[in-house]
């Protein structure tokens, strides 16, 4: 063999190993990088699950933050309507101890009087009694209309039964005594007498 031949064997045999070593190589760089490419989809994957876990607790907190938002609105509206019925209301327990005295003033008027003496003390319990009623309308007392009326249990409580053959059935005929409302709630109903 002559020495071309051999160094020819020879770079043929450098060339080979040199293959063998970029083979080697590119083997070593590929599992180099599927061991990367396998990292980073457990770090991908990682990642998500924590997106994932960061997002439901995001969630539940909004859901609480608008529950409690909700609530927190509806007790102010609550209070608010509270408010507003106490202020509309606030004279009620007075003008319900009151309406004794509106009921006794009212008999005191039906006695009939004969004498000077008499007469005066009538006009002056008269003037009390105008300016009573006039003390508790403005507080929105109003007396609950009855005799001619249709008998209405939410303003009527029939405590007699008469018969008149000239009016209609369920007509008041009498009053017995008056009722009472202040704005829009009854204080007490009337007493009244009903036709058959």
Same mark, same amino acid.
């Given at each position: 063999m002559t020495e071309t031949t051999k160094n020819q064997e020879l770079e043929q045999e450098t060339t080979v190993e040199k293959a063998d070593e970029v083979a080697v190589d590119e083997t070593v760089e590929e599992a180099k990088e599927e061991v990367v490419a396998e990292e980073a989809v457990e770090a991908v994957d990682e990642s998500e699950q924590k997106i994932a876990e960061l997002e439901a607790k995001l969630s539940e907190e909004e859901n609480r933050y608008l529950r409690l938002r909700a609530d927190y609105d509806n007790l102010l509206r609550r209070n608010k309507l509270d408010r507003e019925a106490a202020e509309k209301? %606030? @004279?009620q327990s007075l &003008?319900? *101890?009151l309406m004794p005295v509106l009921d006794n003033l009212e008999r @005191? &008027?039906?006695v009939e009087v004969t004498s000077e003496e008499a007469t005066s003390l009538y006009k002056g319990v008269e003037m009390v009694y105008r300016q009573f #009623? /006039? @003390?508790t309308n403005k507080e929105g007392l109003e007396a609950i209309a009855s005799e001619g009326e249709m008998f209405d249990p939410n303003f009527h409580q029939a405590v007699m039964q008469e018969q008149d053959s000239d009016k209609e059935a369920g007509i008041v005929l009498r009053e017995l005594q008056k009722g009472y409302k202040l704005k *829009? %709630? #009854?204080l007490r109903p009337a007493m009244v007498s #009903?036709? /058959?």
């Amino acid at each position: 063999m002559t020495e071309t031949t051999k160094n020819q064997e020879l770079e043929q045999e450098t060339t080979v190993e040199k293959a063998d070593e970029v083979a080697v190589d590119e083997t070593v760089e590929e599992a180099k990088e599927e061991v990367v490419a396998e990292e980073a989809v457990e770090a991908v994957d990682e990642s998500e699950q924590k997106i994932a876990e960061l997002e439901a607790k995001l969630s539940e907190e909004e859901n609480r933050y608008l529950r409690l938002r909700a609530d927190y609105d509806n007790l102010l509206r609550r209070n608010k309507l509270d408010r507003e019925a106490a202020e509309k209301f %606030r @004279a009620q327990s007075l &003008l319900t *101890d009151l309406m004794p005295v509106l009921d006794n003033l009212e008999r @005191a &008027l039906q006695v009939e009087v004969t004498s000077e003496e008499a007469t005066s003390l009538y006009k002056g319990v008269e003037m009390v009694y105008r300016q009573f #009623v /006039e @003390a508790t309308n403005k507080e929105g007392l109003e007396a609950i209309a009855s005799e001619g009326e249709m008998f209405d249990p939410n303003f009527h409580q029939a405590v007699m039964q008469e018969q008149d053959s000239d009016k209609e059935a369920g007509i008041v005929l009498r009053e017995l005594q008056k009722g009472y409302k202040l704005k *829009d %709630r #009854v204080l007490r109903p009337a007493m009244v007498s #009903v036709n /058959e």
